[in-house]
Protein backbone atom coordinates (compact mmCIF):
# COMPACT_ATOMS: atom_id res chain seq x y z
CA UNK A 1 0.00 0.00 0.00
CA UNK A 2 1.09 3.51 -1.27
CA UNK A 3 -0.43 6.77 1.21
CA UNK A 4 1.21 10.08 0.17
CA UNK A 5 -1.25 13.58 0.68
CA UNK A 6 -1.80 15.81 -2.19
CA UNK A 7 -3.47 19.30 -1.33
CA UNK A 8 -4.78 20.36 -4.47
CA UNK A 9 -4.73 24.20 -5.46
CA UNK A 10 -6.07 25.05 -8.56
CA UNK A 11 -7.72 27.92 -10.12
CA UNK A 12 -11.02 27.00 -11.97
CA UNK A 13 -13.88 28.18 -14.16
CA UNK A 14 -17.51 27.75 -14.03
CA UNK A 15 -19.72 27.32 -16.86
CA UNK A 16 -22.69 28.31 -16.68
CA UNK A 17 -25.40 27.76 -19.50
CA UNK A 18 -29.10 27.50 -18.59
CA UNK A 19 -31.74 27.59 -21.69
CA UNK A 20 -34.96 29.97 -21.56
CA UNK A 21 -36.71 26.56 -20.75
CA UNK A 22 -34.93 25.69 -18.15
CA UNK A 23 -35.10 28.87 -16.75
CA UNK A 24 -38.82 28.73 -17.34
CA UNK A 25 -38.79 25.81 -15.10
CA UNK A 26 -37.30 28.04 -11.85
CA UNK A 27 -33.38 26.92 -12.83
CA UNK A 28 -31.61 30.59 -12.54
CA UNK A 29 -28.31 30.95 -13.76
CA UNK A 30 -27.38 32.46 -10.51
CA UNK A 31 -28.50 29.44 -8.63
CA UNK A 32 -26.11 26.83 -10.48
CA UNK A 33 -23.32 29.36 -10.27
CA UNK A 34 -23.52 29.03 -6.32
CA UNK A 35 -23.55 25.54 -6.71
CA UNK A 36 -20.57 24.93 -8.55
CA UNK A 37 -18.69 27.84 -6.36
CA UNK A 38 -19.53 26.03 -3.22
CA UNK A 39 -18.00 22.31 -4.80
CA UNK A 40 -15.10 24.58 -5.70
CA UNK A 41 -14.56 26.20 -2.09
CA UNK A 42 -14.78 22.86 -0.81
CA UNK A 43 -12.48 21.17 -2.62
CA UNK A 44 -9.99 23.85 -2.08
CA UNK A 45 -10.11 25.28 -5.43
CA UNK A 46 -10.13 29.15 -6.26
CA UNK A 47 -13.08 30.36 -8.88
CA UNK A 48 -11.18 32.78 -11.26
CA UNK A 49 -13.52 32.41 -13.89
CA UNK A 50 -17.10 32.10 -14.55
CA UNK A 51 -18.60 31.44 -18.58
CA UNK A 52 -22.43 32.57 -19.02
CA UNK A 53 -24.33 31.07 -21.70
CA UNK A 54 -27.75 32.39 -20.57
CA UNK A 55 -30.23 31.18 -22.72
CA UNK A 56 -28.66 29.31 -25.35
CA UNK A 57 -29.36 25.77 -26.41
CA UNK A 58 -26.92 23.08 -26.15
CA UNK A 59 -27.25 22.03 -29.20
CA UNK A 60 -23.92 23.58 -30.93
CA UNK A 61 -21.83 25.82 -28.07
CA UNK A 62 -18.30 25.24 -29.30
CA UNK A 63 -18.43 28.32 -31.45
CA UNK A 64 -19.84 30.39 -28.89
CA UNK A 65 -17.80 33.24 -28.22
CA UNK A 66 -17.80 32.17 -24.46
CA UNK A 67 -16.76 28.85 -25.09
CA UNK A 68 -14.01 29.92 -27.40
CA UNK A 69 -12.56 32.34 -23.97
CA UNK A 70 -13.04 29.12 -21.88
CA UNK A 71 -10.99 27.03 -24.62
CA UNK A 72 -8.21 30.10 -25.02
CA UNK A 73 -8.26 30.38 -20.78
CA UNK A 74 -7.84 26.35 -20.44
CA UNK A 75 -5.06 26.40 -23.41
CA UNK A 76 -3.56 29.48 -21.68
CA UNK A 77 -3.22 27.70 -18.03
CA UNK A 78 -5.47 30.35 -16.69
CA UNK A 79 -7.86 27.78 -15.26
CA UNK A 80 -6.76 24.24 -14.82
CA UNK A 81 -10.62 22.36 -14.76
CA UNK A 82 -14.34 23.67 -15.16
CA UNK A 83 -17.16 22.79 -12.86
CA UNK A 84 -20.97 22.48 -14.26
CA UNK A 85 -24.22 21.25 -12.81
CA UNK A 86 -24.01 18.26 -15.59
CA UNK A 87 -22.98 17.44 -18.87
CA UNK A 88 -25.79 18.69 -20.91
CA UNK A 89 -25.06 22.02 -19.83
CA UNK A 90 -21.96 21.93 -21.23
CA UNK A 91 -23.39 20.30 -24.31
CA UNK A 92 -25.87 18.55 -25.93
CA UNK A 93 -24.25 17.28 -29.05
CA UNK A 94 -22.05 13.89 -28.54
CA UNK A 95 -19.51 14.92 -30.89
CA UNK A 96 -19.10 18.58 -28.78
CA UNK A 97 -18.94 16.89 -25.60
CA UNK A 98 -16.14 14.95 -27.08
CA UNK A 99 -14.55 17.42 -28.63
CA UNK A 100 -14.08 19.27 -25.11
CA UNK A 101 -13.21 16.51 -22.82
CA UNK A 102 -10.42 16.09 -26.00
CA UNK A 103 -9.53 19.57 -25.32
CA UNK A 104 -9.34 19.05 -21.49
CA UNK A 105 -7.20 15.72 -21.87
CA UNK A 106 -4.83 17.46 -23.86
CA UNK A 107 -4.02 20.07 -21.57
CA UNK A 108 -4.05 17.80 -18.77
CA UNK A 109 -6.88 19.81 -17.18
CA UNK A 110 -10.07 18.62 -15.41
CA UNK A 111 -13.35 18.28 -15.81
CA UNK A 112 -16.28 18.48 -12.68
CA UNK A 113 -19.72 17.27 -13.63
CA UNK A 114 -21.74 17.76 -10.87
CA UNK A 115 -25.31 15.83 -11.52
CA UNK A 116 -23.39 13.08 -12.98
CA UNK A 117 -20.62 13.14 -10.14
CA UNK A 118 -17.59 13.20 -12.37
CA UNK A 119 -14.82 14.46 -11.06
CA UNK A 120 -11.45 13.77 -13.42
CA UNK A 121 -9.35 15.30 -10.91
CA UNK A 122 -9.67 11.63 -8.89
CA UNK A 123 -8.34 8.66 -10.56
CA UNK A 124 -11.74 7.44 -10.58
CA UNK A 125 -13.34 10.13 -12.88
CA UNK A 126 -10.01 9.95 -14.97
CA UNK A 127 -11.22 6.64 -15.63
CA UNK A 128 -14.41 7.28 -16.51
CA UNK A 129 -13.69 9.81 -18.95
CA UNK A 130 -11.03 7.66 -20.08
CA UNK A 131 -14.12 4.80 -20.78
CA UNK A 132 -16.15 7.44 -22.50
CA UNK A 133 -13.45 8.35 -25.00
CA UNK A 134 -12.42 4.80 -25.10
CA UNK A 135 -15.98 3.63 -26.17
CA UNK A 136 -16.32 6.47 -28.35
CA UNK A 137 -13.20 5.92 -30.41
CA UNK A 138 -14.00 2.24 -30.48
CA UNK A 139 -17.58 2.96 -32.37
CA UNK A 140 -15.97 5.71 -34.57
CA UNK A 141 -13.70 2.46 -35.44
CA UNK A 142 -16.53 0.63 -36.52
CA UNK A 143 -18.27 3.04 -38.05
CA UNK A 144 -14.58 3.84 -40.13
CA UNK A 145 -14.05 0.01 -40.57
CA UNK A 146 -17.85 0.01 -42.63
CA UNK A 147 -17.16 3.12 -44.68
CA UNK A 148 -13.95 1.70 -45.57
CA UNK A 149 -15.49 -1.48 -47.02
CA UNK A 150 -17.90 0.98 -48.80
CA UNK A 151 -15.22 2.19 -50.62
CA UNK A 152 -13.97 -0.51 -51.58
CA UNK A 153 -16.83 -1.95 -53.17
CA UNK A 154 -18.04 1.23 -54.74
CA UNK A 155 -14.43 1.69 -56.37
CA UNK A 156 -14.83 -2.29 -58.03
CA UNK A 157 -17.99 -1.53 -59.12
CA UNK A 158 -16.65 1.46 -60.71
CA UNK A 159 -18.69 4.84 -58.77
CA UNK A 160 -17.71 8.16 -57.32
CA UNK A 161 -15.58 7.16 -53.65
CA UNK A 162 -15.90 11.14 -53.46
CA UNK A 163 -12.87 12.77 -51.78
CA UNK A 164 -11.78 16.36 -53.54
CA UNK A 165 -10.46 15.57 -57.01
CA UNK A 166 -6.41 15.92 -57.65
CA UNK A 167 -4.82 18.68 -58.67
CA UNK A 168 -5.69 18.86 -62.91
CA UNK A 169 -8.95 17.59 -62.44
CA UNK A 170 -12.47 18.38 -61.71
CA UNK A 171 -15.60 16.52 -60.75
CA UNK A 172 -18.36 16.87 -63.26
CA UNK A 173 -21.12 13.87 -62.99
CA UNK A 174 -19.50 12.25 -60.80
CA UNK A 175 -16.60 12.01 -62.93
CA UNK A 176 -13.11 13.14 -63.10
CA UNK A 177 -12.52 15.30 -65.78
CA UNK A 178 -9.49 17.72 -67.03
CA UNK A 179 -9.38 21.11 -65.41
CA UNK A 180 -8.72 23.14 -68.31
CA UNK A 181 -6.86 25.61 -65.77
CA UNK A 182 -5.11 23.34 -63.81
CA UNK A 183 -4.39 20.41 -66.16
CA UNK A 184 -1.59 22.92 -68.52
CA UNK A 185 0.19 23.63 -65.16
CA UNK A 186 -0.03 19.55 -64.35
CA UNK A 187 1.31 18.81 -67.84
CA UNK A 188 4.29 21.35 -67.02
CA UNK A 189 5.20 19.73 -63.63
CA UNK A 190 6.03 17.00 -65.49
CA UNK A 191 7.74 18.25 -68.54
CA UNK A 192 10.29 20.68 -66.24
CA UNK A 193 11.30 17.63 -64.07
CA UNK A 194 12.00 15.91 -67.01
CA UNK A 195 13.99 18.30 -68.36
CA UNK A 196 16.12 19.27 -64.51
CA UNK A 197 15.34 16.06 -62.60
CA UNK A 198 15.59 18.41 -59.40
CA UNK A 199 11.72 18.89 -57.30
CA UNK A 200 12.61 21.82 -55.28
CA UNK A 201 13.72 23.52 -58.88
CA UNK A 202 10.47 22.62 -60.48
CA UNK A 203 8.66 24.17 -57.58
CA UNK A 204 10.48 27.17 -57.62
CA UNK A 205 10.14 27.57 -61.49
CA UNK A 206 6.24 27.39 -61.19
CA UNK A 207 6.49 29.94 -58.69
CA UNK A 208 8.45 31.98 -60.16
CA UNK A 209 6.24 32.41 -63.74
CA UNK A 210 3.36 32.60 -60.96
CA UNK A 211 1.55 29.26 -61.04
CA UNK A 212 0.00 28.55 -57.60
CA UNK A 213 -2.03 25.33 -56.10
CA UNK A 214 -5.40 25.30 -55.65
CA UNK A 215 -5.83 27.34 -52.58
CA UNK A 216 -3.49 29.72 -53.86
CA UNK A 217 -0.21 28.57 -51.76
CA UNK A 218 3.06 28.26 -53.54
CA UNK A 219 4.19 25.01 -54.89
CA UNK A 220 6.10 23.05 -51.90
CA UNK A 221 9.03 20.06 -53.27
CA UNK A 222 6.11 17.65 -51.38
CA UNK A 223 3.14 19.17 -53.51
CA UNK A 224 5.53 18.68 -56.62
CA UNK A 225 6.90 15.05 -55.33
CA UNK A 226 2.97 13.98 -54.85
CA UNK A 227 1.76 15.26 -57.76
CA UNK A 228 4.57 13.73 -60.18
CA UNK A 229 3.95 10.50 -58.42
CA UNK A 230 0.21 10.38 -58.62
CA UNK A 231 -0.50 7.94 -61.65
CA UNK A 232 -4.36 10.41 -62.14
CA UNK A 233 -1.96 11.86 -64.41
CA UNK A 234 -1.27 9.29 -66.98
CA UNK A 235 -5.05 7.92 -67.41
CA UNK A 236 -5.11 5.93 -64.14
CA UNK A 237 -6.64 6.33 -61.07
CA UNK A 238 -5.61 4.58 -58.19
CA UNK A 239 -7.92 4.24 -55.11
CA UNK A 240 -8.59 2.01 -51.63
CA UNK A 241 -5.17 2.19 -51.51
CA UNK A 242 -4.36 3.96 -48.45
CA UNK A 243 -5.60 3.69 -44.95
CA UNK A 244 -6.00 6.24 -41.92
CA UNK A 245 -3.53 5.04 -39.07
CA UNK A 246 -5.25 4.94 -35.22
CA UNK A 247 -4.41 8.47 -34.43
CA UNK A 248 -6.35 9.60 -37.64
CA UNK A 249 -3.30 12.19 -38.05
CA UNK A 250 -1.49 9.70 -40.77
CA UNK A 251 -1.59 7.16 -43.66
CA UNK A 252 -0.41 4.03 -44.70
CA UNK A 253 -0.69 1.73 -47.17
CA UNK A 254 -3.03 -0.68 -47.88
CA UNK A 255 -1.95 -4.43 -49.42
CA UNK A 256 -1.62 -4.07 -53.29
CA UNK A 257 -4.28 -6.67 -53.33
CA UNK A 258 -6.85 -4.59 -52.33
CA UNK A 259 -5.97 -1.53 -54.69
CA UNK A 260 -8.18 -0.62 -57.04
CA UNK A 261 -7.96 0.97 -60.59
CA UNK A 262 -10.37 2.99 -62.94
CA UNK A 263 -9.85 4.84 -65.98
CA UNK A 264 -10.24 8.70 -66.42
CA UNK A 265 -9.28 11.09 -69.50
CA UNK A 266 -5.20 10.48 -69.34
CA UNK A 267 -3.23 14.90 -69.40
CA UNK A 268 0.24 13.84 -69.46
CA UNK A 269 1.67 10.93 -71.94
CA UNK A 270 2.26 8.04 -70.23
CA UNK A 271 5.95 7.93 -71.57
CA UNK A 272 6.63 11.33 -69.83
CA UNK A 273 4.82 10.10 -66.72
CA UNK A 274 7.11 6.96 -66.68
CA UNK A 275 10.34 8.54 -67.06
CA UNK A 276 9.43 11.06 -64.23
CA UNK A 277 8.62 8.36 -61.73
CA UNK A 278 12.13 6.00 -62.71
CA UNK A 279 13.49 6.68 -59.42
CA UNK A 280 11.44 5.35 -56.57
CA UNK A 281 10.72 8.23 -54.17
CA UNK A 282 8.58 6.83 -51.24
CA UNK A 283 9.35 6.48 -47.96
CA UNK A 284 9.55 3.27 -45.50
CA UNK A 285 6.71 2.87 -42.75
CA UNK A 286 7.52 3.94 -39.38
CA UNK A 287 8.34 1.79 -36.46
CA UNK A 288 4.88 0.60 -34.86
CA UNK A 289 3.89 1.79 -31.17
CA UNK A 290 5.20 0.60 -27.86
CA UNK A 291 4.16 -2.58 -26.34
CA UNK A 292 1.01 -2.34 -23.97
CA UNK A 293 2.88 -2.22 -20.75
CA UNK A 294 5.75 -0.65 -21.52
CA UNK A 295 7.39 1.47 -18.48
CA UNK A 296 5.08 0.04 -16.02
CA UNK A 297 6.36 -3.78 -16.16
CA UNK A 298 9.31 -4.81 -13.05
CA UNK A 299 11.11 -7.27 -12.44
CA UNK A 300 11.11 -8.16 -8.56
CA UNK A 301 14.62 -7.06 -8.43
CA UNK A 302 13.49 -3.62 -9.32
CA UNK A 303 14.31 -3.33 -13.25
CA UNK A 304 11.80 -2.84 -15.87
CA UNK A 305 11.10 -5.16 -18.23
CA UNK A 306 10.51 -4.34 -21.93
CA UNK A 307 9.57 -7.14 -25.16
CA UNK A 308 12.99 -7.22 -27.35
CA UNK A 309 13.24 -7.66 -30.94
CA UNK A 310 13.91 -11.58 -30.51
CA UNK A 311 11.45 -12.72 -28.03
CA UNK A 312 7.77 -12.18 -27.41
CA UNK A 313 8.17 -11.76 -23.89
CA UNK A 314 8.83 -9.13 -21.17
CA UNK A 315 12.53 -9.77 -19.88
CA UNK A 316 14.53 -8.28 -17.29
CA UNK A 317 18.00 -7.08 -18.47
CA UNK A 318 19.36 -8.13 -14.99
CA UNK A 319 18.12 -11.54 -13.45
CA UNK A 320 16.26 -12.87 -17.26
CA UNK A 321 12.96 -13.04 -15.32
CA UNK A 322 10.36 -13.38 -18.61
CA UNK A 323 6.77 -13.32 -19.13
CA UNK A 324 4.76 -13.73 -22.22
CA UNK A 325 3.24 -10.66 -23.39
CA UNK A 326 -0.16 -12.27 -23.84
CA UNK A 327 -0.06 -13.95 -20.38
CA UNK A 328 0.36 -10.61 -19.06
CA UNK A 329 -2.37 -9.59 -20.67
CA UNK A 330 -4.46 -12.28 -19.87
CA UNK A 331 -3.70 -11.25 -16.06
CA UNK A 332 -3.66 -7.60 -16.52
CA UNK A 333 -7.42 -8.18 -17.99
CA UNK A 334 -8.41 -11.06 -15.23
CA UNK A 335 -7.28 -8.39 -12.54
CA UNK A 336 -9.88 -5.68 -13.54
CA UNK A 337 -12.50 -8.01 -12.65
CA UNK A 338 -11.64 -7.35 -8.86
CA UNK A 339 -10.28 -3.52 -9.51
CA UNK A 340 -10.14 -2.11 -6.57
CA UNK A 341 -11.69 -3.55 -3.73
CA UNK A 342 -13.97 -6.85 -2.24
CA UNK A 343 -17.46 -6.63 -2.84
CA UNK A 344 -18.44 -6.78 0.86
CA UNK A 345 -16.15 -3.66 1.48
CA UNK A 346 -17.77 -1.74 -1.31
CA UNK A 347 -21.28 -2.59 0.24
CA UNK A 348 -20.39 -1.59 3.40
CA UNK A 349 -18.95 1.60 2.16
CA UNK A 350 -21.42 2.80 -0.25
CA UNK A 351 -24.36 2.18 2.64
CA UNK A 352 -22.53 4.65 5.04
CA UNK A 353 -21.76 7.07 2.36
CA UNK A 354 -25.44 6.64 1.18
CA UNK A 355 -26.71 7.57 4.88
CA UNK A 356 -24.20 10.47 4.90
CA UNK A 357 -25.62 12.03 1.44
CA UNK A 358 -29.07 11.23 3.12
CA UNK A 359 -28.33 13.25 5.87
CA UNK A 360 -27.17 16.05 3.51
CA UNK A 361 -30.10 15.95 1.16
CA UNK A 362 -32.47 15.80 4.19
CA UNK A 363 -30.67 19.62 5.49
CA UNK A 364 -31.08 20.79 1.74
CA UNK A 365 -35.00 19.79 1.75
CA UNK A 366 -35.94 21.77 4.78
CA UNK A 367 -33.83 24.71 3.40
CA UNK A 368 -35.72 25.03 0.25
CA UNK A 369 -38.89 24.64 2.55
CA UNK A 370 -37.52 27.21 4.53
CA UNK A 371 -37.34 29.43 1.54
CA UNK A 372 -40.49 28.81 0.09
CA UNK A 373 -42.06 29.98 3.55
CA UNK A 374 -40.04 33.01 3.25
CA UNK A 375 -40.73 33.81 -0.25
CA UNK A 376 -44.79 33.14 0.76
CA UNK A 377 -44.65 35.96 3.72
CA UNK A 378 -42.30 38.68 1.82
CA UNK A 379 -45.17 37.84 -1.26
CA UNK A 380 -48.25 38.23 1.53
CA UNK A 381 -46.27 41.44 3.06
CA UNK A 382 -45.66 42.95 -0.05
CA UNK A 383 -49.57 42.84 -1.08
CA UNK A 384 -50.39 43.75 1.97
CA UNK A 385 -48.34 46.63 1.25
CA UNK A 386 -50.29 47.07 -2.59
CA UNK A 387 -53.39 47.34 -0.53
CA UNK A 388 -52.55 49.34 1.94
CA UNK A 389 -52.56 47.21 5.14
CA UNK A 390 -49.50 48.34 5.66
CA UNK A 391 -47.68 51.70 5.93
CA UNK A 392 -44.40 52.37 3.87
CA UNK A 393 -42.83 53.17 7.01
CA UNK A 394 -43.81 49.89 9.12
CA UNK A 395 -43.10 47.80 5.11
CA UNK A 396 -39.28 48.53 5.14
CA UNK A 397 -39.13 47.21 9.28
CA UNK A 398 -40.85 44.00 8.51
CA UNK A 399 -39.44 43.15 5.43
CA UNK A 400 -35.82 43.54 5.92
CA UNK A 401 -35.70 40.37 8.24
CA UNK A 402 -37.38 38.34 5.50
CA UNK A 403 -35.15 39.20 2.59
CA UNK A 404 -32.04 38.58 5.03
CA UNK A 405 -33.18 35.32 5.96
CA UNK A 406 -33.72 35.08 1.79
CA UNK A 407 -30.48 36.36 1.28
CA UNK A 408 -28.85 33.90 3.69
CA UNK A 409 -30.97 30.40 2.43
CA UNK A 410 -30.20 31.30 -1.13
CA UNK A 411 -26.41 30.78 0.00
CA UNK A 412 -26.96 27.84 2.17
CA UNK A 413 -28.82 26.17 -0.15
CA UNK A 414 -25.92 25.84 -2.78
CA UNK A 415 -23.30 25.01 -0.31
CA UNK A 416 -25.50 22.30 1.41
CA UNK A 417 -25.65 21.08 -1.95
CA UNK A 418 -22.28 21.14 -3.20
CA UNK A 419 -21.51 19.07 -0.15
CA UNK A 420 -23.75 16.26 -1.25
CA UNK A 421 -22.07 16.38 -4.66
CA UNK A 422 -18.87 16.13 -3.43
CA UNK A 423 -20.05 12.94 -1.36
CA UNK A 424 -21.76 11.67 -4.39
CA UNK A 425 -18.50 12.34 -6.82
CA UNK A 426 -16.88 10.30 -4.11
CA UNK A 427 -18.88 7.78 -4.33
CA UNK A 428 -20.90 7.40 -7.20
CA UNK A 429 -17.76 8.00 -9.11
CA UNK A 430 -16.26 4.90 -7.56
CA UNK A 431 -18.96 2.92 -8.25
CA UNK A 432 -19.36 3.92 -11.90
CA UNK A 433 -15.74 2.94 -12.09
CA UNK A 434 -15.77 -0.18 -10.71
CA UNK A 435 -19.32 -1.00 -13.17
CA UNK A 436 -17.03 0.03 -16.12
CA UNK A 437 -13.89 -2.14 -15.30
CA UNK A 438 -16.07 -4.95 -15.22
CA UNK A 439 -17.67 -4.45 -17.85
CA UNK A 440 -14.34 -3.15 -19.87
CA UNK A 441 -12.65 -7.25 -18.99
CA UNK A 442 -15.37 -8.06 -21.49
CA UNK A 443 -14.53 -5.79 -24.26
CA UNK A 444 -10.91 -5.46 -23.67
CA UNK A 445 -9.64 -7.39 -26.54
CA UNK A 446 -12.00 -5.38 -28.93
CA UNK A 447 -10.65 -1.92 -28.02
CA UNK A 448 -8.11 -0.55 -29.90
CA UNK A 449 -4.59 -0.14 -28.61
CA UNK A 450 -4.52 2.94 -27.93
CA UNK A 451 -7.14 3.29 -25.76
CA UNK A 452 -5.62 -0.26 -24.04
CA UNK A 453 -3.06 1.68 -23.77
CA UNK A 454 -4.55 4.77 -21.88
CA UNK A 455 -5.97 3.00 -19.92
CA UNK A 456 -2.97 1.50 -18.47
CA UNK A 457 -1.80 4.64 -17.90
CA UNK A 458 -5.01 5.92 -16.11
CA UNK A 459 -5.21 3.50 -13.33
CA UNK A 460 -1.68 1.30 -13.19
CA UNK A 461 1.40 2.09 -10.67
CA UNK A 462 3.03 -0.56 -11.56
CA UNK A 463 3.45 -4.15 -12.26
CA UNK A 464 6.05 -6.63 -10.69
CA UNK A 465 6.41 -9.51 -12.25
CA UNK A 466 7.85 -12.74 -9.96
CA UNK A 467 8.94 -16.26 -10.55
CA UNK A 468 5.73 -17.50 -9.68
CA UNK A 469 3.04 -14.55 -9.58
CA UNK A 470 2.39 -11.07 -10.74
CA UNK A 471 1.27 -7.74 -8.12
CA UNK A 472 -0.81 -5.58 -10.19
CA UNK A 473 -0.75 -2.13 -8.43
CA UNK A 474 -3.61 -0.17 -9.41
CA UNK A 475 -4.31 3.93 -8.45
CA UNK A 476 -8.05 4.60 -6.91
CA UNK A 477 -9.31 7.51 -4.65
CA UNK A 478 -9.81 5.82 -1.22
CA UNK A 479 -13.13 6.53 0.75
CA UNK A 480 -14.02 8.38 3.63
CA UNK A 481 -12.30 11.64 1.81
CA UNK A 482 -14.12 14.67 4.10
CA UNK A 483 -15.14 17.79 1.40
CA UNK A 484 -12.27 20.14 2.05
CA UNK A 485 -10.00 18.14 3.04
CA UNK A 486 -6.47 16.71 1.52
CA UNK A 487 -7.34 14.45 -1.12
CA UNK A 488 -4.73 10.72 -1.11
CA UNK A 489 -3.46 8.89 -3.37
CA UNK A 490 -3.62 5.10 -2.62
CA UNK A 491 -2.77 2.14 -3.96
CA UNK A 492 -5.04 -1.71 -4.44
CA UNK A 493 -1.97 -4.18 -4.86
CA UNK A 494 -3.12 -7.42 -6.17
CA UNK A 495 -0.91 -10.58 -6.10
CA UNK A 496 -2.02 -13.17 -8.62
CA UNK A 497 -0.64 -16.83 -8.72
CA UNK A 498 0.75 -17.28 -12.73
CA UNK A 499 2.06 -20.62 -13.84
CA UNK A 500 5.09 -20.61 -15.69
CA UNK A 501 4.38 -22.05 -19.15
CA UNK A 502 6.70 -25.02 -19.67
Known amino acids: MRNEAVRDTKEVGVWIRVSTEDQARGESPEHHERRACAYAEAKGWRVVEVYRLEAVSGKAVLGHPEAQRM ?36 CGADMVSLAESIDTSTPAGRLFFTMIAAMAQWEREEIADRVSASVSIRAKLGKTTGGAAPYGY ?213 QLYLADGVTKEDFGPLHRPLSARRKQLEEEIPRLQAEVDVLRIGILSRETTLNEARDLASRWKALPFPERRQIVETITDRIVVGKEDVEIILLFTPPGNDAGKATHSQGFSAAISWKRAG
Not at 74 to 102: C, H, M, P, Q, Y
Not at 326 to 355: C, K, T, W
Open 71 to 106: LADLRSGRISALVFSKLARLARNTKELLDFADAFRA
Open 170 to 382: RWQDKKLVPDPDEAPVRLLMYELFDQHRRIKRVARILNERGYRTRKGAQFTDSSVSRLLEDTTAKGVRRVNYTQTTDNRRAWTMKPESEWVYQEVEAIVPEELWERCNSRNRSRPPGRGTAHLFAGYAFCTCGTKMYVWSNSPKYVCSVCRNKIPVGDLEEVYRAQLNEFLISPDEVAAHMEAASESIREKEALVGAAEAELRKVQAEADKLY
